[in-house]
């Protein structure tokens, strides 16, 4: 079996999970020399759609992922990554996770506080 | 703050994942329609890309889902949503998760048992 990189031109989405607590970080997605780079190097590697070039999560930051297993799923068209993170948190907003807004009515609201300054990090960039 | 759909035509992956457990259940995708309906009748709706139509999961199987929490990331182009899944579980294949295929060296293994007989719930379709 391979992975099906035919439904999004080239890429699958790669849902990143805390492999101690459970708590899903992120979702990025990867093209076929991401996920390979992924594999043999054991670091989270992505494809950035809005740089167009692989994306070594953590490369700036010193945030990287530990992959401690990767699933996909009955169509091979998702990836599921169960990590050790280094460092406090994967979002480029200072946050442990991305998904830091939960809806609340109509309203997202930012539920919980940063685990790092961004500024501090990632200085002017993201 | 609003959804971006505008990153994937029209969609936005969803994540789902078991509330009470943390387990990664599937990923699916919604456009606009199927994300109203998600927040407005509390069960899950998709957008099907192969059926290109509203998809309520578990319409069929009787596997819905209850949306127990939503949230979305720092770009707002993607959901995650805690289920309380009715039934077994949520893959057309009979597992309890979609992502029942692991990684081993660079072979993907089917690493769990069945929870359910696919072809007694769905019949012959999927």
Redesign the interface.
């Known amino acids: 079996?391979q992975l099906d990189f035919s439904?999004?031109d080239g890429l699958v989405?790669a849902?990143v999970?805390h492999a101690q607590?459970?708590?899903?970080l992120?979702?990025a997605f990867m093209n076929e020399e991401a996920f390979r780079a992924t594999?043999e190097t054991g670091y989270a590697t992505f494809y950035s759609?809005s740089r167009q070039q692989l994306w070594k999560k953590g490369e700036s930051s010193g945030h990287r992922l530990i992959v401690k297993?990767?699933?996909?799923?009955?169509?091979?068209d998702?990836v599921?990554l169960k990590v050790e993170p280094i460092g406090p948190g994967v979002?480029?907003?200072g946050?442990e996770s991305?998904?830091?807004?939960?809806?609340k009515g109509?309203e997202?609201i930012a539920a919980e506080t940063r685990t790092f300054d961004p500024a501090a990090v990632y200085g002017g960039a993201k």
Chains 1, 2 share one sequence.
């Not at 991305?98 to 809806?103: A, E, I, P």
């Open positions: 079996m439904k999004l989405p849902i999970q607590t459970g708590r899903v992120m979702l594999a759609r297993d990767i699933a996909t799923d009955c169509d091979a998702t599921l979002c480029h907003e946050y991305c998904f830091f807004r939960r809806l109509e997202w």
